[in-house]
């Protein structure tokens, strides 16, 4: 039996892109139409605003006698308190002798005497910038929140790691809590726990836990079946297959989940200065609220370095032969170095001294000056042609249209784009904001995300695809990735504002280096992926380099450039909100009020509420996009 090839034209004749071009000029006849009306302006006297503001009036009245805070949170907080307090206490004890030996000894058995030679170094770093009580606090208060983290973390990992219930259950949390920038968690638990180190612990430690509990249950639901049915059969209990199987094979990565836990906490750990937590955040708040980079820039090198350190001891630990023993000549020499800097205690003192330490607050600003000066043409060239291209226009467009065709046309785009229940979402998170009351400034935040995210994309792809090209390139360009990995968020923003002063355009170039990195190896490891035979089919067939990318590369890498855009995405939003403190405006600008101005809590938390519906709604729709079958798969199917 024949059977014949009929071609059948699509609707009227029409080609693929007709329908998207007509729906895209119906909006914009409706945006021309209706343009003005419908704009939600923002009221900073909105009733959600002060009914808020009222509500943190009640709970500071009744703090001391409400029952639920008076014998439950305030409770935790006192415990948490008292926990930073010991560990404090101890760190202060030890005196920087102390406390450089015993980093030292750490530092050799984790990963020999170079991680240990390193982990000295870096102590003393603090001590020569000048800033050694701030270290010791930020050292203590990561120390306070990785522990509780990991408390909690761990055990849960663990069990989900067991159970695919638990896990379906907890991985919708986990995905709102690392979409969350770092300032939504401050609003609340400056509203339950008050200010203070207490409260900073246990912001960095809500920040810093998905990481311990999403990697612990990736590492035990990796472990071999084959070995947990070996225990089994020889009548192991379920606490011993846990304590003798699953746990010592998934050592390694469980040591990876550490190491995310505590860069997380770097992170979060500056930012919760603005709760009144101690440590380095302060010289860095205090830097960036008078706009020099000479006060932040020291206390930015020991929250790089204090990373750096961490990272190395904790990567050396993940990557160390689970079989193979530390060594006695090992444990001889940490043993020498913990014992020599606590014999030194009572010799040296515990405070670093004066005279050892390098002050270049002022040779920082002068030199941040003359970049001023001196590429001032430069840098309001590129300032202005983004803000006259790009931000002007976008911005005018999203705040000027009405918001029911905006909330309209992101239906549209996110059901075509990734589905029904992606789009529901977007549109449940636009509708929650504009009730909310700060629709114009999410307009606005909406604005700066997408052209950092644009320039992120674009930078990203590049580089990603140069360095899948070139191992040589990639050979240069991973080390720097790795470095940039490591930083906390808010070093990123000392060359931004030491380039573009306190503008809008400042997160945005400050959000730009701060996602590129993730996006960079997103794009470099989906690209290479790619299987070495389809690339030799299509070279054998007379493609060119550039039709091998276009054709072959790119469009079987869709997945891991889709997760790039939603990392990067997800970063930029991060790090917007941040640059509100350097002139950014809109919603970062909004928390950081409430935090500063007691009469705008209200709005400061509102606002942090629209950040993380924001990230939600632009997470759900690169994910859904993920998902969704290629333009090819859905041609044929």
Known sequence: ????????????????????????????AAYLVFRGTGTLPHDKEAPQFLAVTDLREWIDEHRNDNPFFLYFLNYIRLGVGA????????????????????????????????????????????????????SIDTLALVTVAVLLSLAIGVPLGVWAGLS????????????????????????????????????????TMIYSIPPAIRI????????????VEASTSLGATRAQTLLKVYLPLARSTMALAVNQTIMMALSMVVIANLISAPGLGGDIIRGLSRAQVGIMLPAGVAVVVMAVVLDRMMMAVSTRDPHAGIGRTNLVAAGVL????????????????????????????????????SWYGVTTFIKDLTSTALLNPLESLLTTAPWWLVALAVLTVAWRVSGVRPALTA?????????????????????????????????????????ARSPRYSAIQRPIL??????????????????????????IFASIIYAVPPVVRLVEDGIKAVPATVVEAAASAGSTPGQLLRKVQLPMARRAILLAANQGIVMTLAMVVVGGLVGAGALGYDVVAGFSQRTDFGMGFIAGIATVLLGVMLDRITQGADKRPSPQKRKFT
Not at 9 to 28: C, D, N, Q, T
Not at 179 to 195: R, S, V, W
Not at 345 to 371: M, Q
């Open 1 to 28: 039996m024949s059977t014949t090839a009929v071609s059948t034209p699509s609707r009227l004749g029409l080609p693929r892109w007709a329908a998207p071009a007509g729906v895209a000029v119906l909006f914009a």
């Open 83 to 134: 926990l930073y307090d010991a560990f404090e206490t101890v760190l202060y004890a030890l005196g920087w002798p102390g406390v450089t030996g015993v980093m030292g000894a750490l530092g050799w058995l984790a990963g020999g005497w170079r991680i240990g030679l390193l982990a000295m170094a870096g102590v003393s770093t603090f001590g020569v910038l000048g800033l050694w009580q701030s």
């Open 164 to 203: 695919a219930r638990v896990r379906r259950t907890i991985t919708p949390v986990l995905d709102v809590m690392q979409i969350m920038p770092t300032f939504a968690y401050l609003a609340p638990l400056a509203l339950f726990f008050h200010i203070g180190a207490p409260a900073g612990a246990i912001a």
């Open 216 to 227: 612990t249950a990736l590492a035990i639901s990796q472990v071999s079946p084959t070995a």
């Open 338 to 373: 913990a014992v020599a800097g606590l014999a030194l205690i009572p010799v040296l003192p515990r405070v670093w001294p004066e005279n050892l330490t390098v002050n270049f607050v002022a040779e920082v600003n002068d030199v941040v000056r003359w970049a001023e000066t």
């Open 427 to 467: 549109l449940g998170c636009l509708l929650a904001i504009a009730l909310l009351g700060v629709w114009e400034h999410t307009m606005q935040t909406m604005t700066t995300v997408a052209v950092a995210v644009l320039v992120t994309l674009l930078i990203g792809l590049l580089l990603g695809v140069a360095a």
């Open 482 to 507: 790795d470095a940039a990995q490591t930083m906390p968020a808010f070093v990123y923003l000392l060359p931004a504002l030491a380039l573009f002063e306190t503008t809008r355009f400042t997160a």
